[in-house]
């Protein structure tokens, strides 16, 4: 029975934070994933203090999931707290959207280290490390820049487990790093909006909670997008009194229930965060600077 402390597995993730920071010098630059449906809750702090002064781009990946509005206020908050210090831009390993940017933003932002291997006569590819949380998108976005399987990619997290060289189709060569979430969340909501996207495996957590919060969110963000997928009429909306109410009204609609009548919730759960998380709902970000 899973319980609901998340629990973590403190020697993977300790592994992980090693190889990044034992393979630092081994890169120019830094391409952090993070997910634009929760573009603060997928940045792990601990990367920043990882990376220090190391060259630094910011992917906000699954756009095409993701609020447009919302990612593009997110990407100019970024912009603006970091002082236009880190290169910020939204890309898509679904529809491949906003790849053909990355190849020209990293020249770009290398531009002075290109220069200066250029005039001491060195030939090699500019390197960059791909980090992120898991399940963010990492390996597709590297199948995606070098046109091949290169690196597994499945959507749940803990599929890339070390890391690996791959050459892009654009001559860089990236390093994939396993997704490393960071020891514990002060933030309940980060947690919260982690769990919803499927950073965390589901097996960790108690879904219908999951779902119930995630309904809460849609309920106050996006209903017209909650009330046409599950085709639920102004006044059955108004007659909700909370989230469980509105959780068993669409249990309901979708004949989600066991003996009884009584909603399965379970099913409910599953079916609520697999319908979010591949974008049947509509495009919803969870959070907003």
């Avoid at 697999?274 to 919803?284: A, H, L, Q």
């Amino acid at each position: 029975m899973p319980s609901n402390q998340i629990q973590w597995f403190p020697g993977h993730m300790a592994k992980t934070r090693r190889l990044i920071l034992e393979n630092l010098s081994s890169v120019d630059i830094i391409l952090e994933i993070l997910d634009a449906r929760i573009p603060y809750s997928s940045k792990n702090p601990e990367i920043d203090r990882m990376i220090d002064i190391k060259p630094h781009i910011i992917i906000l990946n699954k756009s095409s999931l993701a609020d447009s509005h919302a990612t593009s206020v997110w990407i100019s908050y970024y912009r603006k707290a970091l002082q236009n210090e880190i290169s910020v831009i939204a890309a898509d390993c679904i529809t491949g959207e906003g790849f053909s940017s990355i190849a020209s933003e990293i020249r770009r932002v290398l531009s002075d280290k290109i220069e200066h291997l250029k005039q001491k006569g060195v030939e090699r590819p500019l390197r960059a490390m791909v980090v992120g949380i898991p399940n963010v998108g990492k390996s597709t976005i590297i199948n995606k820049m070098t046109g091949a399987k290169k690196a597994a990619a499945e959507n749940r997290p803990g599929v890339t487990l070390t890391k690996q060289w791959v050459r892009t189709k654009d001559g860089f060569d990236l390093l994939d790093m396993p997704g490393v979430l960071w020891p514990k969340f002060e933030d309940k909501t980060v947690g919260e909006n982690l769990a919803a996207t499927g950073a965390i495996k589901d097996t960790l957590i108690f879904s219908d909670e999951i779902a119930l919060t995630l309904i809460g969110k849609l309920k106050k963000a996006y209903p017209e997008l909650l009330n046409k997928r599950y085709k639920i009429t102004d006044e059955e909306f108004a007659g909700s009194e909370d989230n469980y109410t509105l959780f068993c009204l669409i249990a309901k609609k979708r004949g989600l229930l066991i003996s009884g009548g009584e909603p399965d919730t379970d099913r409910c759960a599953a079916m609520l965060l697999d319908e979010f998380r591949s974008g049947k709902i509509g495009r919803i970000t969870l959070e907003f600077p």
